[in-house]
């Protein structure tokens, strides 16, 4: 089992960036598929980034490819999202998740573990 704790949310103005981190208690983080997803308010939970267990292979919904890095450090438990040229759109909770599942799945239901969330606010 595995748990995981957002940080680096925050309110910021369109153009800035943020750094999200995901630490992830346990000794297996390697093990895991690693996900980013977000729900803004009255819509429902979406897709961001997902990384394999390596940090090899990543996966990226349209709307924040060019912008968006999903990126891993195993050897401290860590998953990051650096958001670039971040918009209003782009405001929402954002969720880490971790999969024991092969694949870089973008549907929430094949993770298997969550965050509590951190918010990010962009400004126009």
């Known amino acids: 089992q595995v748990q995981l704790v957002e940080s680096g949310g925050g309110l910021v103005q369109t153009g800035d960036s943020l750094r999200l981190s995901c630490a992830a208690s346990?000794?297996?983080?390697?093990?895991?598929?690693m996900g980013w997803f977000r729900q803004a308010p009255g819509k429902e939970r979406e897709f961001v980034a997902a990384l394999s267990r390596s940090g090899g292979s990543t996966s990226y919904t349209d709307s924040v490819t060019g912008r968006f890095t999903i990126f891993r450090d195993n050897a401290k438990n860590t998953v990051y999202l650096q958001m670039n040229s971040l918009k209003p759109e782009d405001t929402a909770v954002y969720y880490c998740?971790?999969?024991?599942?092969?694949?870089?799945?973008?549907?929430?239901?094949?993770?298997?573990?969550w965050g509590p969330g951190t918010q990010v606010t962009v400004s126009s």
């Open positions: 346990g000794r297996t983080f390697s093990s895991y598929v």
């Open positions: 998740a971790a999969s024991v599942k092969m694949g870089l799945m973008t549907r929430g239901l094949f993770y298997d573990y």
